[in-house]
């Protein structure tokens, strides 16, 4: 029964623990077969990027996790000449140490960076081992799991209904390369375009306004509606083009663009309606 790991961004409040407990487990302990020490610095199997989206004062910050993915079909496994690597019956993908020569063919082959890092210590190529160490051991989550304290990790067995419920609502990091990983996440951080809206006569906040976003190339839309400060925030929207149209009965319609959301989220600022 194979092991995955669900990380909810909407939870994560970007403590830190879960990288630091990763560190603390690795560093300075060797658990051989599985791993060897994790250097003090340079490495981190777990670690946390911290992706402000947006511009001053529409941002949003999202706490996303670089892991090794546990692939099914791991290129990585394919790629290593020294027969090093492997899966585990739960799943699990080690490099094993011993085994290892060093060759980097592993970090060249895996198409998630910064998830496999190379130990010149020891000449060996290392990563996260969900600490396998642990599960068999007697241990039912890795140490990154147990010290999450939001409950944005969630470990477990596949066929678990909770686990399956938490996958239901996830998605790959990388959901078009056609691998299957072990690793989930929910809400990951999609495009987005906020701004406010304001009475240009009475220089105001106007609420109840409806912007809408449709896309260039696809016709598609989003809509929102604007709070009591004005603002808007059309979320999860997919990397193209939009033009804004922004009505409010009684007030003459508007439009706002071309807005590109294709390499960056925007704030286009405050957007002036006239009475009709």
């Not at 996303?64 to 290593?80: F, G, K, V, W, Y």
């Not at 980097?104 to 910064?114: D, I, S, T």
């Not at 477990?156 to 056609?178: R, T």
């Not at 929207?237 to 294709?262: F, H, N, Q, R």
Request: net charge negative.
């Amino acid at each position: 029964m194979g092991k995955v790991l669900v990380i909810d961004y909407d939870i994560c409040n970007g403590c830190y623990n879960c990288q630091v407990a990763c560190k603390d487990e690795h560093v300075a302990n060797d658990w051989s077969p599985i791993a060897k020490p994790q250097p003090d610095t340079g490495q981190f199997w777990n670690k946390i990027y911290d992706n402000v989206r947006g511009q001053v004062p529409k941002v949003k910050v999202t706490y996303e996790h670089s892991i090794c993915q546990h692939c099914d079909d791991a290129p990585c496994i394919t790629a290593c000449n020294a027969n090093a690597i492997y899966k585990r019956e739960d799943g699990i993908v080690i490099i094993d140490p011993d085994k290892c020569r060093g060759n980097q063919l592993c970090m060249q082959a895996c198409p998630y960076e910064n998830v496999i890092y190379f130990n010149d210590t020891f000449n060996i190529a290392q990563k996260c081992t969900f600490c396998a160490h642990l599960l068999d051991d007697g241990w039912t989550e890795p140490r990154c799991v147990d010290a999450c304290p939001t409950g944005a990790f969630t470990f477990g067995d596949e066929d678990d209904p909770k686990i399956k419920a938490l996958v239901a609502k996830a998605e790959p990091l990388k959901p078009g390369n056609g691998i299957k990983t072990r690793v989930y996440y929910i809400g990951k951080p999609k495009k987005f375009i906020a701004g406010a809206v304001y009475d240009k006569e009475a220089d105001a906040c106007l609420e109840g306004v409806t912007v809408t976003a449709i896309c260039d190339k696809t016709g598609n839309k989003c809509s929102a509606t604007t709070d009591s400060y004005g603002d808007f925030w059309l979320k999860d929207l997919a990397d193209g083009t939009y033009t804004l149209l922004i009505e409010k009965a009684g007030y003459m319609a508007a439009k706002v663009g071309p807005v590109d959301v294709t390499k960056k989220d925007i704030n286009i600022g405050d957007i002036a309606m006239w009475k009709a």
